[in-house]
């Protein structure tokens, strides 16, 4: 009995094209479907009073930060600093100003809105203040 069989002559041909169409197409689909945005891990929460004792108001901060915005701008050739309305000396006192805020346990963005006509070393050092003082998101406002 003869055993059937094809010609053993010609070597197996492999298409990479649908191979290559496969790997974009499951590419495409893993962008597509993931998250590029931060888990919202740090939402704020009340503070029950326990009985009988009583919450040390020291300990809580004065307001709930969603972000911090720093302004600066640059008038009469001198340099101000605006922290969410409140007017500060100097870049040591940013500093010192966010690292309360960061050791009250909050991490919002920090977000510089410097002025056209501010120079941008003193951009920068109100970044590395930011920074410095333990604030992880340091950014900077775009205009349109």
């Not at 004065?62 to 000396?89: C, P, Y």
């Not at 809105?113 to 604030?135: E, I, K, L, Q, W």
Request: proline letters at 7%; charged letters at 20%.
């Amino acid at each position: 009995m003869k055993i059937p069989g094809g010609n053993t002559d010609r070597s197996i041909e492999l298409k990479m094209t649908p191979m290559i169409d496969v790997v974009f197409l499951l590419l495409v689909f893993f962008v597509w479907t993931s998250s590029f945005e931060l888990p919202e891990y740090d939402l704020p929460g009340a503070i029950a009073t326990p009985p009988g004792g009583s919450i040390d108001s020291s300990a809580q901060p004065a307001e709930t930060f969603d972000e911090i915005i720093i302004r600066i701008s640059n008038r009469d050739s001198m340099t101000s600093i605006n922290m969410n309305g409140t007017v500060l000396a100097d870049v040591d006192a940013l500093t010192d100003r966010l690292a309360q805020v960061v050791a009250i346990g909050v991490q919002p963005p920090v977000i510089v809105d410097p002025d056209d006509n501010v120079t941008m070393d003193v951009a920068v050092s109100v970044y590395d203040a930011a920074r410095s003082a333990g604030v992880d998101r340091v950014l900077f406002a775009a205009s349109e």
